[in-house]
C-alpha cells in the first residue's frame, strides 16, 4: 500500500526569531489563533490515528511549532500510532530536547535550521548533541547567504560526521560558479538547491501521494499550487487524488522540488525524505 505523505501547516504564524529573510520573524499569534491553531493540530491527530492506511507527516508551520505544547505532544503521539511510518518537523531547536524522550526514535525526525544571529552557536551545537546522544534522526541546515559561511563552516566541522548539513540557496540570490563549488564542499547537493527547477508540465507527486492539508482540514496538492482537491476531514480529497503535472513554470523550494519525478532525489534522500537525510552511502 502507497504512503500517503502529507504537509501539514496550521494557523500558527509566530516565531521567537527575528531572521531578517523571513516575514515572520518575532511575529505574535493571539491567543484566539494559538487556540485555534491548537484544536485543529488535535483533530489532525485525531484523523491520522483513524486512518487504516500508512502515512507520513512533515510539519511545515510558518512559525516555530516546537516552542507549543501541543506541538511536542503530537509529535510524540504520532510517533507511537503504529499506521505512522515518519513524523517530523521544521524547526529552528530552540526548544529543550528532552520531550523526545518520549517519542519513539524509529519513527521521529528533525528538519533543523541554524540562524546565525539568532542564538549563540554553542548552544544551537550543545542541541544538536543532545539530538545525537538521544539517537534522534535530524539533519542541520542553513540559508546560503554570504555572511553566514564561515557559521555554516564551523557547524560542519562540529557536527557528528552522519548529520547531513544542507544549505538552502538564498531567496533573490545569484550564485556564481565559484561561489556554488564554495558551498558545496559544505553541503555536496548544493546544486539541487542553486536554481529553480522548470516544473510545468512535468510528473510530481504531489496531488497523488502526497499533499498538503492546511488547520481546516482543506487539501491541496502541495504548499504552493492554490487549487483544493477536497477535505481530509469530509474525505472528499481521496477522489482528486491522481497522477499530475505541475501546473507552475517552476519550483524552487526543496519541499516542493523534492517530489518531482524530473529529479532523482527520492533515490537521493531514500529513507529520508521528510526530515531531508540523505542515504549517505551513495549520495554523500
Known sequence: ???LTILYRGPLASCDYDCPYCPFAKRRDNPTTLRADRAALERFCDWVAAQPGEIAVLFTPWGEGLVRSWYRRAIVRLSHLPNVRRVAIQTNLSCRTGWLDDANRDVVALWCTYHPGQTPQDRFLAKTNELADMGVRFSVGVVGLPEHADSARTIREALPAHVYLWVNA???HTYSDDEASEWETIDPLFGFSRHPHRSIGVGCRTGESVISVDGDGTVRRCHFVDDVLGNLYDGSYAD?????????LQCDCHIGYVHLESLP???VFAGGVLERIPS???HL
Open 1 to 3: 500500500m502507497t504512503v
Open 170 to 172: 538564498a531567496e533573490g
Open 240 to 248: 482528486g487524488l491522481r497522477p499530475r503535472a505541475c501546473p507552475l
Open 265 to 267: 532525489l527520492y533515490d
Open 280 to 282: 549517505r552511502e551513495r
